[in-house]
Each structure stands twice: as C-alpha cells, then as structure tokens.
C-alpha cells in the first residue's frame, strides 16, 4: 500500500504563487508517473498536470499551461507542483496520485491512477 500526502496548500491572493508537495511513503514511487488532480465545489475532479517516472515527460491541462510547473525530486519521494499568477478559479483541493501498473505514462485520465492523497486545499481570492 502506498500512502501519498500532500502539502502546501493555502489561502493566497490572485497573482500569487504556491508550491504544493506530494510526499511518497513508498520509494517504489519513483517508478511510476504522477498526476495532480483538483476538484472545486460543486465540480467534478479535474485534471491538473503529470509526470513520468524520470521527469522526462509532462503533460499539463490548458487552463494552467504557462503558469504550472510538475517536477519532482526520486531522491525524496517526492512530486511538486509550482503554481504561479494563481487565478480566483484555481481554487479547489488538490490531489495527487500514482499512476497504476501498466497504465499510460502520464494521462489525465483519472482511471490511470491507482493511489491518491488526501488533498491540500487551495484558495485564490480576487
């Protein structure tokens, strides 16, 4: 079983920037791609961003192309999600997961995911 933990979250203004972090338990982690997800009120979980098991690759939704950054660090477990020039409709609870055995290298398909965190809340006031 594999625990993810996000952290980072916060109450910021718009043009503000956050670093979320995804905190690993397992080191098998490293092996596997990573997506973040978020889901604001009343709304259904969207896709974020994700990365490959190296970093070699990215995928990000067009809503937060040029003002997101997923990286993440195989020495500490751990994914991150640089969020610049935030914006009020940023504001969800985000949720990182592991992509699952076999499964397309960083989709924005939630069914590609198998373990997922608990969630960090992000809010963006105007």
């Known amino acids: 079983q594999v625990q993810l933990v996000e952290s980072g979250g916060g109450l910021v203004q718009a043009g503000d920037s956050l670093r979320l972090s995804c905190a690993a338990s397992?080191?098998?982690?490293?092996?596997?791609?990573v997506g973040w997800f978020r889901q604001a009120p009343g709304k259904e979980r969207e896709f974020v961003a994700a990365i490959v098991w190296n970093g070699g690759s990215t995928n990000y939704a067009d809503s937060v192309k040029g003002r997101f950054t997923i990286s993440r660090d195989n020495a500490k477990n751990t994914v991150y999600l640089q969020m610049n020039s935030l914006k009020p409709e940023d504001t969800a609870v985000y949720y990182c997961?592991?992509?699952?055995?076999?499964?397309?290298?960083?989709?924005?398909?939630?069914?590609?995911?198998?373990?997922w965190g608990q969630g960090t809340r992000v809010t963006v006031s105007s």
């Open positions: 997961a592991r992509g699952r055995d076999g499964g397309f290298p960083a989709s924005h398909v939630p069914y590609e995911y198998t373990f």
């Open positions: 397992s080191r098998a982690f490293n092996l596997y791609a």
